[in-house]
């Protein structure tokens, strides 16, 4: 199982900008896609952002498309969430996740083999 350590959180006023880090663990952590997902406080899970191993493929909620970036980093057990134009309704709990299936099972958040602990994300307007 891959463990995921999540970073880079905190407090940030609207219109400001966070960037989270995902470091995975494992001794086989090949052909992962990975991706991030946030629930706020009385809200279900949800999907914000995936990559595909390669990094080639990346997808994005509607929510955040053109204001948060995903990427991989040289080393491919990171990845990072770039977050501009951060608005009050972005706060949340960010969790990182990963799965061999590839990015398409990440999006679909079906099932999905390793999830981070989590890092809070709180935007004051």
């Known amino acids: 199982q891959v463990q995921l350590v999540e970073s880079g959180g905190g407090l940030v006023q609207a219109g400001g900008s966070l960037r989270l880090s995902c470091a995975a663990s494992s001794r086989t952590f090949t052909g992962y896609a990975m991706g991030w997902f946030r629930q706020a406080p009385g809200k279900e899970r949800e999907f914000v952002a995936a990559i595909s191993w390669s990094g080639g493929t990346t997808y994005y909620a509607d929510s955040v498309k053109g204001r948060f970036t995903i990427s991989r980093g040289n080393v491919k057990s990171t990845v990072y969430l770039q977050m501009n134009s951060l608005k009050p309704e972005d706060t949340a709990v960010y969790y990182c996740?990963?799965?061999?299936?590839?990015?398409?099972?990440?999006?679909?958040?079906?099932?999905?083999?390793?999830w981070g602990q989590g890092t809070q994300v709180t935007v004051s307007s």
């Open positions: 996740a990963a799965d061999e299936r590839g990015v398409r099972a990440v999006v679909a958040a079906h099932d999905i083999g390793s």
